[in-house]
Each structure stands twice: as structure tokens, then as C-alpha cells.
């Protein structure tokens, strides 16, 4: 996958976690980005280290997108949980 499918996927990633996560974050469009494309990342390696599994197969592939939410939401929870502490 290239840079540019890694930066959609990372988008729309982001704007699931957000949407599955409600509320007010300090960040804007460009924090959700990178937490989403960070999150794919995460995602993937959790896939790979937890259940053995290549999870970040392709654009298209159902686990890519499962793995790239599940890391969104878990860098957005921690996020909200830094930010919340500046606060």
C-alpha cells in the first residue's frame, strides 16, 4: 500500500475512532489524520504480535480497515488521556 492509500486509510480510520469515540478533542483534522494513520500502524503490529496474523494485507481487505480502527481508537483514547492531563 502507498503513501497516499496509508494517508485515506489513515482519514477515514480517524474519523471512525472519532465517531465511535464522541466528544471534544483539542486536536483538529490534521491530529485525527495522524492519529488515524498512527493507529493503522498500531493496529497492524498488535495483529501480527497478539494473533500471529499479517492484518495489513491491503486497501481493500476487511482487516486492514478492523486493524486500523482498533489502533485509532486505542491512540485516541490515550490522546484524549494526555491532553486531559495538560489541562
Known sequence: ?????WILLGLFAG?????LMP?????????????GIA??????????VIFGVDSID???ELSTWIAAIV??????????LVAARRH
Open 1 to 5: 500500500m502507498g503513501i497516499i492509500g
Open 15 to 19: 474519523i471512525i475512532a472519532k465517531f
Open 23 to 35: 466528544g471534544r478533542d483539542p486536536g483538529g483534522v490534521i491530529v485525527t489524520i495522524l492519529i
Open 39 to 48: 493507529g493503522g500502524l498500531l493496529g497492524g503490529w498488535l495483529g501480527k
Open 58 to 60: 491491503g486497501f481493500f
Open 71 to 80: 489502533g485509532s481508537v486505542i491512540l485516541l483514547a490515550l490522546y484524549r
